[in-house]
């Protein structure tokens, strides 16, 4: 039975990266999944074409318990370097609004050409069954290497595999229907690590029973979103205005997506209707004096959401005739459209979750500091991006900051194993 250097779970973008990389750097890796083929998250992000990175990469786009930590990451591996790397895959794509990359081919395409990849490098696959069954890590008393160094072993489905380091890049368990689990987050806190509990990211808001703007779902606009915690108020975007979909439940669309990623139960969440065209500015317009409220809003918004929006003894009387007061009550009813979501549809319609590991018990390295040569990377972590590429971008890029992370330690331990050779059969005199 063959001793890797790495096994890596997961045959998402983090560990495919990741076990190419460690491939290509002349390290033996055994590539773990329970799906019967790699990136089966990946083939259906971005409704299948797959937005991999952004233009725009801060840790700002993070939600994260460490962003100076994510800011480094990010450095070390910005936008061009998915570009790069889309280019080597053969993998045409486009710039869209807000600095997103689409590929133009199904996102699929990505997953198979790195699964192609790791093969010309020589990794083995292990698919179709889970990873279980681990053995605490343990020193190893084999023959030829250091007394020191340790194995992890586990069964991939049936089969043993052991290993001299382990990559965790089993993803969250956002979107289960993907069969997505939070089991390898289970056994890091086993091993005494630090977990957030996930929570949904990228995710619909509902809203209460019997909500002001019920019965518009279809709906969609552009807004800009507060979210209001103890008094104070704050943007989630730093994009600002995205579209706004009504549905059945509440609200979804990009800027419910965005907003769900930082939203906690008991916010307040304040919405702009018309977050470019300020209601006092267009009650002052010279011609709109004999307009109706009600019809001066359905101009610039459906009109089944104006109907919703305009206070009712105010949407039959001319915009001439609206006192200071109305005039205020109109811009605040569109404007600071206040709403209490009572949750979000949970990890089950969730793109992706927040919480995870932390990395207040790993390395800059994203190395374990309790297991030694046990890494993490990828969604596991305590990082959820905002809309737009942001997640697959922070999978590859921390996969391929472990691969290095492998590959030195790797080179290292050669070192000192060959001096502790050197030293140990220097004959004395
Ligand atoms: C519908 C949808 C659309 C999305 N669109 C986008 C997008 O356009 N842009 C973007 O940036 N992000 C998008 N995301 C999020 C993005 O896909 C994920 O953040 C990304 O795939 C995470 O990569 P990962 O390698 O960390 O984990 P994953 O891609 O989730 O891969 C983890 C792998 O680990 C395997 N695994 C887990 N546990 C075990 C185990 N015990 N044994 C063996 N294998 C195991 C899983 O089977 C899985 O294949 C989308 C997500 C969804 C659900």
Redesign the pocket.
């Given at each position: 039975m063959p001793i890797y250097d790495v096994a890596i779970?997961?045959?998402?973008?983090?560990?495919?990266l990741c076990a190419r990389n460690a491939a290509r750097r002349g390290l033996s890796v055994a590539l773990?999944?329970?799906?019967d083929r790699?990136?089966?998250?990946?083939s259906?992000?971005?409704?299948g074409?797959?937005?991999?990175?952004n233009r725009t990469l801060t840790e700002r786009h993070y939600v994260t318990g460490d962003p100076a930590l994510v800011r480094a990451v990010l450095r070390a591996f910005p936008c061009e370097k998915v570009l790069d790397l889309l280019r080597e895959l053969r993998l045409p794509f486009e710039e869209r609004d807000f600095g997103q990359i689409?590929g133009l081919r199904p996102?699929s395409f990505m997953a198979d050409r790195l699964a192609m990849q790791c093969d010309d490098a020589r990794v083995d696959f292990y698919l179709g069954?889970?990873?279980?069954s681990f053995t605490p890590p343990s020193v190893s008393p084999a023959f030829g290497r250091a007394d020191n160094e340790r194995t992890f072993s586990f069964l991939?489905g049936r089969e043993r595999v052991t290993a001299r380091a382990l990559v965790i890049?089993?993803?969250?368990p956002?979107?289960p229907a993907?069969?997505?689990?939070d089991?390898?987050a289970k056994l890091a806190a086993a091993w005494g690590h630090d977990v957030v509990p996930f929570r949904p990211a990228?995710a619909p808001l509902v809203m209460p029973d019997g909500w002001p703007l019920a019965g518009l779902e279809g709906i969609s606009l552009n807004v800009r979103l507060e979210l209001r915690r103890n008094g104070e108020s704050f943007r989630p975007d730093p994009e600002g205005i995205r579209p706004l979909l009504f549905t059945h439940r509440g609200v979804s669309g990009p800027a419910a997506l965005v907003a769900s990623c930082l939203w906690k139960q008991g916010d307040e969440l304040l919405i702009d209707f018309l977050p470019e065209l300020p209601v006092p500015e267009l009650l002052d317009e010279k011609d709109h004096g004999k307009l109706l409220a009600r019809n001066l809003l359905a101009r610039h918004m459906p009109a089944r959401l104006a109907d919703a929006l305009c206070p009712e003894d105010l949407a039959r009387r001319k915009c001439a005739e609206l006192g200071k007061k109305d005039r205020l009550r109109l811009a605040q009813a569109v404007h600071r459209f206040s709403c209490r979501p009572a949750g979000t549809e949970g990890l089950k319609r969730?793109?992706?979750a927040a919480g995870g590991v932390t990395f207040s018990s790993l390395s800059r390295k994203l190395e374990s500091r309790l297991v030694p040569d046990l890494y993490f990377?990828?969604?596991?972590l305590d990082v959820?991006?905002l809309?737009?590429?942001?997640?697959?971008?922070?999978?590859l890029a921390?996969?391929a900051l472990v691969a290095s992370a492998l590959a030195k330690r790797a080179a290292e331990k050669t070192d000192v194993a060959s001096d502790f050779r050197g030293r140990r059969f220097v004959p004395k005199d």
């Open positions: 779970i997961g045959a998402g973008p983090a560990g495919l773990v999944d329970s799906h790699p990136g089966v998250k990946l259906v992000a971005g409704g074409r797959g937005n991999f990175t689409f996102a069954g889970a990873a279980h991939a890049a089993a993803g969250s956002a979107c993907l069969g997505s689990s089991a390898m990228l969730a793109e992706v990377c990828g969604e596991i959820a991006g809309l737009g590429g942001y997640n697959i971008h922070w999978a921390s996969g």
